[in-house]
Nanobody, 121 residues
């Protein structure tokens, strides 16, 4: 079994910063990728950023320069630093891990429970 636990969401004002974190625990052999998606009310879930085991990163074009993804492999944790937040960043943010477990070493996608980020004055 694998669990992802997110933290760091909340209510902030436009221009503020926020840092999300997501830690994976359980029977983990390796993690191929970690990342963040978000879903605003009435919209589809969209990619925010993703980082792969080889250190590569990919961001949504509209978020480059304001959001930074990082990872701590020793803690199976991914972070999302969000700067210069805008009201349109308001959404539920979900973390994502692609993990190989000791059960069968097959890659599977795991999702966090979601954390609300609200940007409002």
């Amino acid at each position: 079994q694998v669990q992802l636990v997110e933290s760091g969401g909340g209510l902030v004002q436009p221009g503020d910063s926020l840092r999300l974190s997501c830690a994976a625990s359980g029977s983990i052999f390796s993690i191929q990728a970690m990342g963040w998606y978000r879903q605003a009310p009435g919209k589809q879930r969209e990619l925010v950023a993703i980082t792969t085991a080889d250190g590569g990163t990919n961001y949504a074009d509209s978020l480059k320069g304001r959001f930074t993804i990082s990872r701590d492999n020793t803690k199976n944790t991914v972070y999302l630093q969000m700067d210069s937040l805008k009201p349109e960043d308001t959404a539920v943010y979900y973390c994502y891990h692609r993990i190989l477990t000791y059960r069968d070493y097959a890659p599977r996608d795991y999702w966090g429970q979601g954390t609300q980020v609200t940007v409002s004055s």
